[in-house]
Nanobody, 117 residues
Framework: QVQLVESGGGLVQPGGSLRLSCAAS????????MGWYRQAPGKQRELVAT???????NYVDSVKGRFTISRDNAKNTVYLQMNSLNLEDTAVYYC???????????WGQGTQVTVSS
């Protein structure tokens, strides 16, 4: 059974930082493209950042220079370090594990990030 469990969300003031974690089980973690997505109220879910098995990363323009995605294959965990948070970063953040060549696609349940003064 595949599980992706996110943690680290919460309430933070503008300009603050949070680190999200996503612990995976039931998959061969190092073979998967891992990603963070977010969905704000009334908006579609959007890609935030991805990291593949070679540690190549990709970011949406709005978070470049502020967010960093990383992975620890020994711990089956992917992280999202979020700095300089602003009000527009408020959303539910979801972890995704994807292996497109085998049509494998898994989502976590999400963790709420709220940026507010």
């Amino acid at each position: 059974q595949v599980q992706l469990v996110e943690s680290g969300g919460g309430l933070v003031q503008p300009g603050g930082s949070l680190r999200l974690s996503c612990a995976a089980s039931g998959i061969i973690f190092n073979l998967y493209i891992m990603g963070w997505y977010r969905q704000a109220p009334g908006k579609q879910r959007e890609l935030v950042a991805t990291i593949n098995s070679a540690d190549n990363t990709n970011y949406v323009d709005s978070v470049k220079g502020r967010f960093t995605i990383s992975r620890d294959n020994a711990k089956n965990t992917v992280y999202l370090q979020m700095n300089s948070l602003n009000l527009e970063d408020t959303a539910v953040y979801y972890c995704r594990a994807r292996r497109p060549e085998f049509q494998r696609n898994y989502w976590g349940q999400g963790t709420q990030v709220t940026v507010s003064s």
